[in-house]
């Protein structure tokens, strides 16, 4: 065998077996992203969402003496200097009602608008302590509601800090991804174990609908970034193929 054809041997294989290990890079590059990324559920359970806290503001339309309050109801705190508010515990439900001179009310701690009616009652009977009589039915508003809950999937959340907008995420300071999802007004902390919980939403109704908005946008965003690096590596197989075909034709050329 002569020294050219040698070379010509050599390089062949060269070029065969470059190819051949950028060919299994691309197919193999997806499913490693995939590992990493983790957003497919591994449980086969459906996202779920609990509400754990509730927050409504309504009006008693009385004016209401705040120092008599404080001084004649047990488990009240006032401090008018540092706010113009009264705390007012409730033990059954476990509720707060931070309550003003006004007679406006914002009532936090409940699960249920049930327990958000039962702690209003509970204030309008304090209240018949002091000689004060709420004649009319208070209008509830819920200003927001607070879940909690699981996706059901492990959660890279490195990698979904790189890839979804609208994210804070500081794993120093704080292990959960804060996720803003578009669209809607729900706020998600997201945790590594699929953890989540939701504040933003007014209905329960509302915070089941964002969660399973926020596992489509997972999915989606994700697909988007594999397809990404599908293409990336795909196009970088074509380059050592035109590379390497270009490099065997100068040694063709350069023999003969």
């Known amino acids: 065998m002569t020294q050219k054809t040698k070379l010509l ?153 790189m890839i979804l907008p609208n994210v804070e995420y500081e794993p120093e300071q704080f292990p959960g991804l804060v996720y803003k999802l578009p669209g809607t007004n729900a706020t998600f902390l997201l945790f590594s174990n699929g953890k989540i919980v939701c504040t933003g939403t007014k209905s329960k109704e509302e915070a089941e609908a964002s969660v399973l908005k926020l596992v489509e946008n997972l999915k989606k965003y994700v697909w988007t970034f594999l397809e990404k690096v599908h293409q990336i590596f795909t196009d970088f197989v074509n380059f050592c193929k035109n590379v390497f075909d270009k490099t065997f034709l100068r040694v063709l050329i350069d023999l003969f």
């Open 9 to 161: 041997k050599k390089t062949s294989v060269k070029q065969k077996t470059v190819v051949k290990k950028s060919v299994i890079m691309q197919k193999q590059m997806p499913k490693q992203v995939s590992r990493e990324v983790k957003v497919e559920s591994n449980k086969g359970k459906a996202p779920e969402i609990e509400i754990v806290n509730m927050v409504v503001s309504t009006s008693l339309k009385h004016d209401i003496p705040l120092e008599k309050m404080a001084a004649t109801l047990p488990n009240t705190e006032y401090n008018p200097e540092q706010f113009p508010g009264l705390v007012l515990r409730i033990k059954d439900p476990k509720t707060s009602a931070l309550i003003f001179s006004s007679g406006n009310v914002v009532c936090t701690g409940a699960r249920s608008m049930e327990k958000v009616h039962e702690s209003i009652k509970k204030i309008i009977k304090n209240l018949e302590k002091l000689n004060i009589k709420i004649t009319i039915t208070p209008e509830v508003i819920v200003q927001n509601i607070v879940g909690s809950g699981s996706i059901f999937m492990d959660l890279n959340l490195n990698k979904l800090a």
